[in-house]
């Protein structure tokens, strides 16, 4: 069975330092990673994903990830952290084959910017 | 080009009521999600909608059912609500399948007393 695991519900850095929030998977075949944003009152965004090829993958708003698979880790890195990145991350999982559609989500980090 | 719709956007109840939450899917999307976010949680999945029918489902009970239209669009119901069925209810549409990556709607947060 696929799961993940997100270290630190809370991760808190100060404007312009690196941020790093950190997910560890568990799948049986090679997986696709995703991570998701979710802003107070609303749905989730989709920031970047890994399907297959390169391994570090480039998103949107300046994030970037690290597909590891020794490390079963997708971390998700932006170099400097803006005011706007404030919101609940989130890290899923999904499987491409034996028809595994659904997605399995950690349980989100709150990251919080301080000025 | 609209994203996935959700209605209503918030809904109260009360315990053993019956709810129908809604989603019309982006367009160009054939394929529905429903997940179910407790508050402080990661969404769960509820099931998944194709060409009509249930693909695939999650650990939810019977209490949980769904329909797709041929439009693409799909409902959520609830039967006989609990205080624990309170959360906020997203869809999620894609193509053909794919899960390369769902777009996600606004949600429906759906609060049972």
């Known amino acids: 069975a696929q799961s993940v695991t997100q270290l630190g519900s809370h991760v808190s850095v100060s404007e312009g330092a690196l941020v790093l929030l950190r997910c560890n998977y568990s799948s049986s075949v090679p997986p696709y990673l995703f991570w998701y944003v979710q802003y107070p009152n609303q749905g989730l965004q989709l920031l970047l994903k890994y399907t297959t090829g390169a391994t570090l993958v480039k998103g949107i708003n300046g994030f970037e990830a690290e597909f590891k698979k020794s490390e079963t880790s997708f971390h998700l890195t932006k170099p400097s952290a803006h005011m706007s990145d404030a919101a609940e991350y989130f890290c899923?999982?999904?499987?491409?084959?034996?028809?595994?559609?659904?997605?399995?989500f950690g349980t989100g980090t709150r990251l919080k910017v301080l000025a | 080009d609209a994203g996935v719709t959700q209605s209503p956007t918030h809904l109260i109840k009360t315990r053993g009521q019956q709810v129908t939450l809604r989603c019309s899917p982006k367009?160009?999307?054939?394929?529905v999600s429903w997940y179910q976010q407790a508050l402080g949680q990661g969404p769960q999945f509820i099931f998944q909608y194709y060409e009509e029918e249930e693909r695939q489902r999650g650990n939810f009970p019977d209490r949980f059912s769904g329909h797709q239209f041929p439009n693409y669009s799909s409902e959520l119901n609830v039967n006989a609500l609990l205080l624990g069925d309170s959360a906020l209810y997203l869809c999620?549409?894609?193509?053909?399948?794919?899960?390369?990556?769902?777009?996600f709607g606004s949600g429906t947060r759906l609060t049972v007393v």
């Open positions: 899923a999982v999904s499987g491409p084959t034996s028809g595994t559609y659904k997605y399995i």
């Open positions: 999620a549409s894609s193509f053909d399948r794919s899960n390369y990556g769902y777009t």
């Open positions: 367009s160009g999307h054939d394929t």
